[in-house]
């Protein structure tokens, strides 16, 4: 293997590429995961942009996915290695107070045209009303699995609960959901926000515990390879009726078995497990005023 792609990857990616049998497609990609910096292009996308989605760390060293919104403008690169998020995380939000220092993975979403970009790098400044962020790597992603919405940003406050499981409302929102946020980190080379979408009813839940099959992708397996150096994961999901957000953090691990069976919608003989330890539930962010599916979802296998 080249010193290229070597560099590309790391162990846990490189390790799901080759049980996955698509080394020679993801080498082809390989640019895609080399440090780049925001371009002319992405920039001007953030620029216009209301929506974000942030991986990190809490004060205690545990990882969240959390959204943050704001005006168009609240994402302003200040240069190409350099993002000024004009926004903070709030108070009943398990990232509030995000301390810097540490690695971030985020990704800005427009549901309405289906687009995203996926920026990684690291918390140099956690201010009152600003964080900033030193990027080490920028990169959009397809359209695959987006579902199309407007949203609109009017919504009625609500109570922030906490507590270490799923409760009858957390299940039935999960089960209902055809879209979520993935966070990963691999301490050695950062974090990683993802989308994952679906039809509704893609991530299945037993108990304390939920799984999703994992749909065929850019065979770079960020997110999972991740998983697979290390078990750490957080979720983030939506009830776009209302706005409210579902945060949950805990640990996953990937399952490889027989494609197409049950469950296994994607076909590529992939789930992710995922065990819930906390979960963070109420805040409202964005509700969607319209929604179209995405048209190639795949069918839900029984």
């Known amino acids: 293997m080249s010193p290229t792609i070597q560099q590309a990857f790391h162990s846990g990616e490189l390790a ?3 049980e996955a049998g698509v080394e020679r497609q993801a080498a082809r990609l390989s640019r ?3 440090p ?7 920039a001007g996308f953030l620029a216009e942009r209301t929506f974000l989605v942030v991986t990190g760390r809490d004060a205690a060293g545990r990882l969240w996915t959390s959204p943050v919104v704001g005006p168009p403008g609240f994402l302003e690169t200040r240069s190409a290695t350099t993002l000024a998020i004009h926004r903070t995380l709030p108070e009943g939000d398990p990232l509030h107070a995000l301390p810097a220092g540490q690695q971030l993975g985020m990704t800005s979403v427009e549901f309405a045209a289906r ?5 990684n790098g690291s918390l140099s ?13 920028a990169y959009g992603n397809c359209p695959q699995y987006i579902q199309q919405r407007v949203l609109s940003e009017e919504v009625k406050p609500a109570p922030v609960q906490e507590r270490t499981g799923l409760s009858p409302g957390d299940t039935e929102l999960i089960r209902e959901a055809d879209t979520f946020f993935l966070g990963t980190i691999n301490p050695g080379h950062g974090a990683d926000a993802s989308h994952r979408g679906g039809a509704a009813g ?5 108990g304390n515990a939920l799984w999703w099959p994992d749909y065929p992708g850019n065979n770079l397996f960020n997110s999972l390879g991740n ?4 078990p750490e994961a957080a979720l983030l999901f939506f009830d776009f009726a209302t706005g409210r957000i579902l945060q949950v953090s805990g640990t996953a691990a990937i399952e490889w078995g027989e494609a197409g069976r049950s469950g296994d919608d994607g076909c590529t003989g992939r789930i992710v497990r995922f065990e819930v330890q906390h979960v963070v539930s109420g805040r409202p962010v964005a509700r969607q005023v319209a929604h179209t599916p995405y048209p190639r979802n795949p069918r839900l296998i029984k």
Do not use: C, T, W, Y
């Open 125 to 137: 400044s956690a201010e009152k009303d600003r964080l900033v962020v030193d990027i080490e790597q």
């Open 36 to 42: 780049a910096g925001i371009s002319p292009g992405m």
């Open 115 to 119: 687009r995203r970009v996926r920026i």
């Open 202 to 206: 893609f991530v299945r839940v037993e």
């Open 227 to 230: 998983l697979a150096a290390n």
């Open 32 to 34: 895609m995961a080399e």
């Open 16 to 18: 799901v590429q080759r």
